[in-house]
């Protein structure tokens, strides 16, 4: 091997932004808080003279204007700090973005988070496809570090109980799922516990069931509802309690058998470290598209590692890119997985008897078909 052949520099050239909303599979889904009709993709691809062209994305309401938000973070404040810049120089542009006087000024969670995700990934989107390799074996991830898919999709609030059980069962029985989440925080509270009861009575023993009240409760009515999860083989209660409220869920946590999983909500290491070294948490979910990109995910994902706690990502990229630094960091062994936006990408993920399939082209997962861009594209501003 000739150690003197130069090392090549990918200099990022231009970039454009984009906006994508997808329609989720069955015209419009609800948990607790939210209920949408569809998949919100703001997003960026980044050019560079070497001819590679970095796809990443963040996940949404899909409301138009607060999604323009982000782009215009992206077109308006971070492109100057990126052309002309070295594309692989991750770490020292996500510094350079993450701690932009001006911007960490206006926000340092949410849009200009959001905006920092989308770049970070199209950057290692870059960087993995420069290499000829899927980005888990750039990450130095292994084939033989299998993943296993939790499946959300099945679980809405929206639904009834049949359809509920229904869905569950075409999870488990037909598509091979051996775990699934559904969503709690209904009104009348003992109709979350009939329901969780009829899942768990429908598909028995074997299959992993989580649950998730997307922060809606206050103290009371989460002991209370949570207190019996237990007494149905509950793998986790997800987001009881508002999102920042660090005490309430040490003390909820200490008060209830069933473990506590959140993460979805937090846009920084800072604020993981809080949950994480306070034990107000047992299942740590960070996203990828809220953090800052993969970058800030693996920080996470290796601070609750040391703390001996299982990182179990939440899938705001629908685990499309997650995939890959799941494949890659030993603290992860299940990773969410929700099916709306698979077809709009060049190598869609597959799931087979419950596992992921091994992504197999160069890059991130991130790079979208013309296809998509055009069908479900929205004017960027
Ligand atoms: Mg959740």
New binding site residues.
Partial sequence: LDSSTPFKLMIITSLETFILHVPVTRNHIS?STHSITHWGMPGVRIFTDEGFTGYGFTGTHAHLASDRLITDCISNCYAELLIGQEASDISLLWERLAYYPPLQWVGRAGITKMALAAVDIALWDIKSKASNEPLWKTLGGSEKNKVEAYN?DGGWLNFSTQMLVDDVLRLTEVDGYKSI?M?VGKPDHSEDLQRVEAVRNAVGSGVRIMT?A?GRWRMPEALSVASKLKDYDVTWI??PLWHDDVRGHKDFADAIETPV??G?MLYSLAHFEEFISSQAVHYV?PDATRLGGITETLEVSNVAYEANLPVTP?AGDMAQTQIHLSISHPGIELL?FIPWIKDCFIEPLEIRSGYFDFPKNSGAGTTLTEEAMSKYGKKVS
Avoid: M, R, V, Y
Wanted: cysteine-free; glycine content about 0%; proline content about 0%.
């Fill in positions: 948990d959300t989440k969503k998730d997307n997800e987001e999983a959140l979805e979910q939440h969410e």
